[in-house]
């Protein structure tokens, strides 16, 4: 009896889930970081690399469903899977709390 390499939609189902749970943290991180940045009067950089997290964070939720049926049609279709423009919102969001983080830390004494 030989196993299935995979099953049927639960590798994507999983990925699906952790792209939701990265773009959670973006969002709300980023939203609640941006605004202890403005209560507590840091520089315009911080706030804005916050809320570019912010951003990239509610960019990638809204596109996890039409990516996860991508994913889908390409492990079905036999193609390979292109996460090219999620992952640049996903790296710029990181980026962006970086920024800010690092401002923060420079400016807060």
């Known amino acids: 009896m030989s196993q299935e390499i ?17 773009a959670m943290a973006l969002a709300t ?3 609640g970081a941006a605004g202890l940045a403005v209560r507590h009067g ?3 950089v911080a706030v804005a690399g916050f ?3 912010a951003l990239c ?4 939720l809204i596109r996890t469903g ?5 994913v889908q049609e ?3 279709g036999g193609r390979p ?14 980026l962006s709390v970086v920024l800010g983080a690092a401002t923060f830390v420079l400016t807060v004494r």
Do not use: K, N, Y
Not at 6 to 22: K, M, P
Not at 57 to 60: D, I, P, R, S, Y
Not at 66 to 70: C, E, K, M, P, T
């Open 74 to 76: 390409a492990l079905h």
């Open 81 to 94: 899977i292109d996460a090219g423009l999620d992952a640049l919102f996903a790296w710029l969001g990181t």
């Open 57 to 60: 964070g509610a960019v990638l």
């Open 6 to 22: 995979w099953d049927e939609g639960l590798q994507s189902e999983r990925t699906r889930l952790a792209w939701v749970r990265t």
């Open 42 to 44: 840091l520089p315009a």
């Open 29 to 31: 991180g980023g939203l």
């Open 51 to 53: 809320a570019l997290a």
């Open 66 to 70: 039409v990516r996860f049926r991508r």
